[in-house]
């Protein structure tokens, strides 16, 4: 089962965790797979390779999914 995705770290104190890719998929809505593809075409958040696993720094995923609005907010 996925943990919870952290963005600050306890008490404001210390790095932030990295967070694995079926952390990232539930904090998107997106199956792992979704991550691994967009991973191949070069086209979803910046994924770190530590050892053999992949890793996310989470202000990395929130400014891709940031830029990823495509409509206009105002009416």
């Known amino acids: 089962m996925p943990r919870t995705p952290r ?3 306890a ?3 210390g790095p932030i965790p990295l967070a694995t890719p079926e952390e990232v998929a539930v904090y998107l809505g997106v199956p792992v797979k979704t ?4 991973r ?3 086209i979803g958040p910046t994924v770190h390779k530590v050892g053999r696993h ?3 720094r989470w202000r990395e ?3 891709w999914l940031d830029a990823q609005t495509s409509y206009d907010l105002t009416v």
């Not at 991550?35 to 967009?38: A, P, S």
């Open 7 to 9: 963005h600050e770290a």
């Open 11 to 13: 008490g404001g104190a």
């Open 35 to 38: 991550l691994y593809q967009w």
């Open 40 to 42: 191949h075409r070069r």
């Open 54 to 56: 992949l890793r996310y």
């Open 61 to 63: 995923v929130d400014a």
